[in-house]
């Protein structure tokens, strides 16, 4: 079903595009010491709930501005799509729910940029049958439902209820879970093409009392073993805690954990954000509860946890105290190597932190949200990405109707693909890149390359490149990959 996008911005920024009076841009700094080195918060952007309010994460374009979703407010209660700059100028690009019953989709979950130039994203609710969408978006605005869930088989044996983010593997393909229907109404995983052909690859609760998990709630991520990893948010061998879980492009899944292993959940309990694969070749994730247990979490404050590709042994990085934070709800890894997150409660206020944590596991809260004390800062942290220009970008869910926040760092590069044999063609992203130099694979073999725009670079991987960080010189700096390039056969 097409989805009738709004005129381009540029042409009608009455209606298309909302000054930053519409979204009340305010910008606040509150200067703090962390370590040897002064960072601040600034609320970049406040949302209105006239047009989707609730942004739940972020993602880098290509043109360097911010894209994300709102999942409450606009049409009907149905959430929005938004672009934001740099500096602050915020619009919708997209509002779901144009009439009743929503079939253009409800309740967006976030988006991916695929190599195709658009973004693409799950709603969890709206479609044909109310049960939830894969859409896809363009940058300069407007969306079309590609697959509507639960509309092919009235059983729903195919999914409902999307959840977390889609990503593309590394076959072109985009993977996702939905939380519920399936031949066990337990979930499933799935791929989708660009075009909408799509294919489940795995019903939860195939094996008895759902010991591989039950409600896959976090979305998808490709280690650089060509396999997918994912958690679910109950079940498994242990009782209700939920699952690690490693699946091929095929189908073919294997339970690598299941939480509540040890007393009282002190490995943690019920996973809330999606797995990282770590530059130390491991994947990384935090729990919702279990570990630590203190006044303020009777069921434990959650961890994060460290697990190899094979799946053996889990460790605890760290658990949480209510001081540090409570519920993590995403973790990133830097280009200092450091992980950083965020925790929607705990803190000083009890409404959320932004943390770091070192490779030995020890953490430092760098921000407590609703440090002011009329709280007119940003309170309840969800998402959290690393832009180009250093700086952290995150989202909150309040106070009102969200905000999207800024925090401290210099300037990185990121590119696409990140792995491929000798000549394949790699599209380098980052700021101020107009004036660049030099292009180098692995430390020091130099590529040709292409300036596209001030944002972009197009280059082809060289003869002798193997295994490690991309760099590109420029007149202020030499900028390094925040990945590193794997030259494949």
């Not at 697959?147 to 044996?157: G, K, L, N, Q, V």
């Not at 630590?292 to 979490?297: A, Q």
């Amino acid at each position: 079903m097409k989805v009738h996008a709004p005129a381009p911005i540029s042409k009608h920024p009455d209606q298309r595009w909302l000054t930053r009076n519409a979204f009340i841009l305010l910008v606040f700094s509150f200067a703090m010491t962390i370590a040897v080195e002064a960072q601040s918060h600034n609320v970049l952007v406040r949302f209105e709930n006239g047009t989707g309010g609730s942004p739940i994460d972020i993602v880098q374009g290509a043109d360097g501005n911010f894209y994300g979703v709102g999942i409450t407010g606009g049409n009907n209660a149905g959430g929005s799509i938004f672009k934001a700059t740099p500096a602050g100028d915020a619009g919708h690009l997209y509002v779901f729910c144009a009439t009743a019953p929503c079939r253009d989709g409800k309740t967006p979950n976030g988006l991916v940029l695929a190599s195709d130039g658009n973004f693409y994203g799950t709603a969890r609710r709206g479609g044909q049958r109310g049960d939830g969408i894969v859409f896809r978006a363009s940058p300069t605005g407007g969306a079309t439902t590609i697959y509507s869930f639960c509309a092919d088989t009235p059983t729903c044996t195919n999914g409902l209820f999307p959840e977390g983010e889609l990503i593309q593997g590394s076959d072109g393909d985009l993977y996702g879970t939905a939380a519920n229907g399936g031949l066990h109404n337990a979930g499933i995983v799935f791929k989708i093409t660009l075009s909408g052909v799509f294919t489940k690859l795995y019903d939860f609760c195939s094996q008895p009392n759902c010991a591989d998990g039950l409600r896959p709630g976090t979305g998808l991520v490709e280690a650089r073993n060509g396999l997918f990893y994912g958690t679910t948010l109950g079940a498994g061998a242990n009782g209700s805690g939920g699952t690690i879980f490693r699946i091929s492009s095929s189908g073919k899944l294997s339970t690598l954990y299941s939480f509540c292993a040890q007393p009282n959940c002190a490995d943690g309990a019920n996973p809330l954000t999606s797995l990282l694969p770590a530059t130390d070749g491991n994947m990384y994730g935090a729990t919702g509860s279990g570990g630590l247990v203190d006044g303020t979490c009777s069921a434990g404050c959650g961890t994060i946890f460290r697990i190899p590709l094979s799946g053996a042994p889990l460790t605890v990085v760290h658990a949480f105290t209510s001081s540090e934070g409570v519920q993590v709800q995403k973790l990133i890894q830097a280009t200092d190597g450091s992980f950083y997150g965020t925790a929607r409660l705990g803190g000083s206020s009890n409404l959320g932190t932004l943390f770091k944590m070192d490779a030995a596991g020890s953490v430092s809260v760098l921000f407590n949200f609703c440090n002011a004390a009329a709280c007119h800062s940003s309170t309840n942290p969800v998402g959290l990405i690393q832009s180009t220009n250093g700086l952290f970008y995150g989202t909150t869910m309040g106070p009102g109707n969200g905000t999207l926040f800024t925090y401290g760092y210099p300037p990185f590069i990121t590119m696409t693909p990140s792995f491929g044999p000798v000549g394949t063609m790699v599209k380098i992203y980052g700021s101020d890149l107009s004036g660049a130099t030099e292009v180098t694979f692995n430390g020091g073999v130099s590529a040709t390359f292409t300036i596209v725009s001030p944002g972009e670079i197009d280059t082809s991987v060289p003869a002798g490149a193997l295994f490690g960080s991309v760099k590109v010189r420029t007149p202020a700096a030499t900028l390094t990959s925040n990945v590193v390039f794997r030259v494949t056969p």
